[in-house]
DNA sequence: TTCCAGGTCGTTT
DNA sequence: AAACGACATGGA
């Protein structure tokens, strides 16, 4: 399957720290999400893929919103103009809420390799197996499975395990869907063990669509200070500057702090 | 070997 | 309410 589609660049979106199980081949890209395992590769403005369908690949790569006039109104801002020019097809990936949920768990005091060891490894101890041309690789198990700590330990999650257990007897599939508007969501998300204000701007932004979410992490703290000159109340000064594009302007700067400095 | 990493939690000031 | 230290583990 191809399509053709404009501002988009697959290799800064999928290795921006957004999504976790994917693995390079060559110039494909192996990527698995719940059940599914596809590969998509990009050649200028085409994307093809294998596995999935359109409606799935546009959803999760962001592909259905008005990237021109984000850019435009982001592009005010003269340090967001250098990254927006610089990685110019960055989107914000829509994912399964579910498996971002347990990724930004893992995420707590850990990188993004370890994160995708992780993520993998609990995929392999949790899930079935799966495969698609020569790749072979496995499922994510589904809302409630993660229900044996001693497995979590062996997926390396360390003192995550615990939090992820709790965690899993709390969520169920109807979860997601009753969280409300952003405010309400990232209330109920810090609710759950192992989640604070970061891990559920993570979640807001990468998988319940919530825009004006704007994940702080140390390398934001750093671009913040740098740039605006701002510290105690980065995350207000943000939302009111950027609005419902707040989210895309951490993305940016968050890429662009960690690739350029 | 030693140090640190897309923070959160429980405990002290 | 603000400021600590602990926390498991892989990688540099």
Redesign the pocket.
Known sequence: MQIKIKNFNLKHTLE???FFRYQKKGEWYYCQERDKLFKIRQISDKIEFYGTDTNHIKKLFGLNVNYDKIVKELSKDPTLKKALRKYNGLRIMQRDPWETLVSFQC????????IQ?NMNKIAENFGEKIELDEFKSHTFPKEGKLNDIEKL?ES?T??RA?YIHEMNKKVDEKYFTKLGNYEQAHQKL?EL????????D?ICLFALGKMEAF?I????ERVMKETYGVDKNAKEFAQKRWGKNAGYA?QFL?HWRRNEQ
């Open positions: 921006s720290g957004q995420s707590i005091m850990s990188n993004i390799k370890k060891l330990k390396k360390g003192f615990k810090t063990p192992g989640i604070g204000p970061k891990v559920a993570c994940p992490d140390v390398w934001m951490q968050y």
